[in-house]
């Protein structure tokens, strides 16, 4: 079963950046679509970014395209987010997420454990 393990959340400032990498337990992630949802207090979670297994087709939600940028190294099974010019308002935790498939906005079946991201002002 495929597991995954997301690490670099943390605690910056407003119009920081900060880089999240969630790491896939089977070589086979590449047959796997990867996404990041986000879960602020109070609030549903969201879709954040996807990303298809083999080309690297990419889509973003409103609020974080052109400062977000989700990437994958399917040679070490890791799917990437990298997030710029951050806001208080991307405080949230982060989750990684995965589908056997194409990439999509919802139906995940596999999920990670989430990471915290804290933007002060």
């Known amino acids: 079963q495929l597991q995954l393990v997301e690490s670099g959340g943390g605690l910056v400032q407003a119009g920081g950046s900060l880089r999240l990498s969630c790491a896939a337990s089977?070589?086979?992630?590449?047959?796997?679509?990867m996404a990041w949802f986000r879960q602020a207090p109070g609030k549903e979670r969201e879709f954040v970014a996807a990303i298809s297994g083999s080309y690297g087709r990419t889509d973003y939600a409103d609020s974080v395209r052109g400062r977000f940028t989700i990437s994958r190294s399917n040679a070490k099974n890791t799917v990437y987010l990298q997030m710029n010019s951050l806001k208080r308002e991307d405080t949230a935790v982060y989750y990684c997420?995965?589908?056997?498939?194409?990439?999509?906005?919802?139906?995940?079946?596999?999920w990670g454990q989430g990471t915290q991201v804290t933007v002060s002002s």
């Open positions: 089977l070589r086979t992630a590449s047959s796997y679509a």
């Open positions: 997420a995965a589908r056997f498939g194409g990439p999509a906005r919802e139906q995940y079946d596999y």
